[in-house]
């Protein structure tokens, strides 16, 4: 004799619903030792220059200043470190976790035009400023033109409009 089992189409999509319900209920124990998207993270940088240096500016939100490095090598400038998530009490119970953690590098290389030579960083609020100076070769300077009559001042008014 056959017993019968009665078909529900949906009893897969249930079970699918539950697990997924069930996923994202608990914190992973990787998040409980604060491995949050290691190695996923990567700090926002902005790079402008003014007539004497280029300037990197990096955020690094809730860091401090022994959690990074700054280096430059073979006119490479490497910003390296790790932003670690720190529980703050065995109690806490996260429902949301959506900033990011772990270690990151990056690298930027450097226009011949600077050098790592008199180069500064100050770290506040969060935003490391990294301001490297341009070499002095490659300043812009103003060329005086000796002579007289009309043949020197139309010289002198072609070079001011090639440098406009």
């Not at 772990?102 to 050098?115: D, K, S, W, Y």
């Not at 100076?133 to 300077?141: I, L, N, Q, S």
């Amino acid at each position: 004799m056959m017993n019968m089992i009665k078909f529900d189409p949906f009893r897969e999509l249930r079970t699918l619903n539950d697990e997924m319900n069930r996923l994202f209920s608990v914190v992973p124990a990787s998040a409980e030792r604060g491995e949050f998207a290691r190695g996923a993270w990567s700090p926002s940088v902005d790079i402008f220059e003014d007539k004497d240096r280029l300037i990197v500016e990096a955020e690094l939100p809730g860091m401090n200043r022994e959690d990074f490095e700054v280096s430059v090598e073979n006119n490479v400038l490497t910003l390296k470190g790790e932003r670690k998530f720190e529980k703050k009490t065995e109690g806490d119970n996260y429902h949301r976790v959506e900033r990011s953690y772990g270690a990151f590098t990056r690298q930027f290389t450097l226009p011949q035009t600077v050098t790592a030579e008199g180069a500064t960083a100050d770290f506040e609020n969060g935003v490391l400023r990294i301001a490297l100076p341009k070499r002095e070769e490659t300043k812009a300077r103003k060329i005086e033109i000796s002579g007289s009559g009309s043949d020197a001042k139309s010289i002198e008014a072609e070079i001011k409009s090639a440098n406009a």
